[in-house]
T-cell receptor, first 116, second 110 residues
Framework: EPEVTQTPSHQVTQMGQEVILRCVPI?????FYWYRQILGQKVEFLVS????????KSEIFDDQFSVERPDGSNFTLKIRSTKLEDSAMYFC??????????????FGPGTRLTVL | SQKIEQNSEALNIQEGKTATLTCNYT??????LQWYRQDPGRGPVFLLL?????KEKRKERLKVTFDTTLKQSLFHITASQPADSATYLC?????????FGKGTRLHILP
C-alpha cells in the first residue's frame, strides 16, 4: 500500500542553523501538508500546498519557514534559523486532490526535530 | 477562532465494553469532521469522516455521530480490545487545513 515517507526520522541541530525536512508524498496525490506536534501537545497545522503554491498557512508558518516541491516527488519544509521552540515532531501529509477536507489525508511517520 | 475540545485527556474502559469519546467545537460548523488514531511516536491515521449533512457513519466496530445543533461529535468503539488503546483525535476541516483537538488517550483494560 502506498505511503508517505519522511527523512530523516530524527534531526538534531544547533539553534540558528537551517534545517530541511524531506517528504515523499503518495505519488498520485495533489495536495501536500506540513503539521507539527510539540511533545505532549496537539497536532498543529502549518501549511498546505497545491499546484506548486501555498494554498493556506497558519500563524505559526512565519518568514522562517518555507516549503518547496523541488521535483516531481519530494516536498520539503525549510526552517531558516531554528529556535529552541521549533523542537517538535513534524508530520507531512498528502491527499488525492479534493482538498477542502473532503478527502483523506495520509500522514507520514514524522521527523523529530531537536534544537539545542 | 475555531476551538475543539475532547472530553477527557484519558479514558479507561474494560475490554469488551463500548468506548465513547466526545468532541465539542465552537463557532462555525465545519463541512467535515474526521477522527484519527495516533499511536506514540507515530503520525495520525485516518479512521472516519462524517459530513455536516450526515448524522451517523459506521465502519466495522467504529461509529461516529455528528450533531451540528449541539456542535458535537461522538466516537464509539464497540467490543473494545486492548489493541484499540491509543490516542484518538477529532479534527475539523476548514478550507485546506485541519484543526485537531488535543486528543483522548484511550486505555482498554484486559
Amino acid at each position: 500500500e502506498p505511503e508517505v515517507t519522511q527523512t530523516p526520522s530524527h534531526q538534531v541541530t544547533q539553534m540558528g542553523q537551517e534545517v530541511i525536512l524531506r517528504c515523499v508524498p503518495i505519488s498520485n496525490h495533489l495536495y501536500f501538508y506540513w503539521y507539527r506536534q510539540i511533545l505532549g501537545q496537539k497536532v498543529e497545522f502549518l501549511v498546505s500546498f497545491y499546484n506548486n503554491e501555498i494554498s493556506e498557512k497558519s500563524e505559526i508558518f512565519d518568514d522562517q519557514f518555507s516549503v518547496e516541491r523541488p521535483d516531481g516527488s519530494n516536498f520539503t519544509l525549510k526552517i531558516r534559523s531554528t529556535k529552541l521552540e521549533d523542537s517538535a515532531m513534524y508530520f507531512c501529509a498528502s491527499s488525492e486532490g479534493i482538498g477542502q477536507g473532503g478527502d483523506t489525508q495520509y500522514f507520514g511517520p514524522g521527523t523529530r526535530l531537536t534544537v539545542l | 477562532s475555531q476551538k475543539i475540545e475532547q472530553n477527557s485527556e484519558a479514558l479507561n474502559i474494560q475490554e469488551g465494553k463500548t468506548a465513547t469519546l466526545t468532541c465539542n467545537y465552537t463557532n462555525y460548523s465545519p463541512a467535515y469532521l474526521q477522527w484519527y488514531r495516533q499511536d506514540p511516536g507515530r503520525g495520525p491515521v485516518f479512521l472516519l469522516l462524517i459530513r455536516e449533512n450526515e448524522k451517523e457513519k459506521r465502519k466495522e466496530r467504529l461509529k461516529v455521530t455528528f450533531d451540528t445543533t449541539l456542535k458535537q461529535s461522538l466516537f464509539h468503539i464497540t467490543a473494545s480490545q486492548p489493541a484499540d488503546s491509543a490516542t484518538y483525535l477529532c479534527a475539523l476541516h476548514r478550507d485546506d487545513k485541519i484543526i485537531f483537538g488535543k486528543g483522548t488517550r484511550l486505555h482498554i483494560l484486559p
